[in-house]
C-alpha cells in the first residue's frame, strides 16, 4: 500500500479516536474532574468536525488508491466530486455518498454558523454546551465508523 494512502488512513482513526473521546469525555463528569475541565464543557462540536475529517480523509484515501489526488483550492469539493462519481459508477455503495452526504452537511453548517449564518439554516442547533448535539454527534460517530471501516476494507482488499 502506499505510503501516502496508509497515512491518509492513519490520520483518519486517529481523528475517529480522538472524536470518540471527545464524545465521552463531554459525557463523563469523572473524566472531566480528572482533566481539570468546568463540568459543563462538552465537546459535541469537535465530535462533529472530526467525524467529517476521518471521512474526509478516508476518500482521500481511497482516491490516491485510485492514482487520483485532490489538492487546494476546494479541495474538500474537489475530493466530494472525485469519490461521488465511484458511487455513480457503481463500484462503491450509495450508502457511503449518503454517509457523506450527511457529514458534509453538518460540517458546511458549522461553517456557516462561524461565519455568522446561523439565522438561515435551522436545522441543527451547535452550542458550545447544548446537550441538544448528543444525537447529531452520536450519529457522526456511527456514520464515521461505518464510512472509515468499509472504506478501509475495500483499500486493504485492492492495495
Not at 60 to 74: C, D, G, Q, R
Amino acid at each position: 500500500m502506499d505510503l501516502r494512502v496508509r497515512l491518509y488512513l492513519d490520520r483518519a482513526e486517529n481523528g475517529l479516536l480522538l472524536a470518540k473521546t471527545n464524545f465521552e469525555m463531554s459525557l463523563s463528569k469523572e473524566l472531566k474532574k480528572i482533566l481539570n475541565l468546568p463540568e459543563d464543557k462538552t465537546f459535541f462540536n469537535d465530535v462533529i468536525s472530526q467525524c467529517y475529517y476521518s471521512i474526509f480523509y478516508t476518500a482521500k484515501a481511497y482516491l490516491l488508491l485510485k492514482f487520483i489526488e485532490t489538492s487546494p483550492p476546494e479541495e474538500h469539493k474537489k475530493t466530494y466530486l472525485e469519490f461521488k462519481k465511484f458511487v455513480e459508477s457503481g463500484i462503491l455503495g450509495r450508502q457511503l455518498l449518503e454517509i457523506y452526504d450527511r457529514e458534509t452537511e453538518k460540517a458546511d453548517f458549522l461553517l456557516k454558523i462561524f461565519y455568522g449564518e446561523k439565522s438561515k439554516r435551522g436545522r441543527f442547533t451547535y452550542d458550545v454546551n447544548s446537550s441538544a448535539n448528543i444525537p447529531h454527534a452520536r450519529e457522526s460517530l456511527d456514520n464515521a465508523r461505518t464510512f472509515v471501516s468499509l472504506i478501509k476494507t475495500i483499500i486493504e482488499e485492492i492495495g
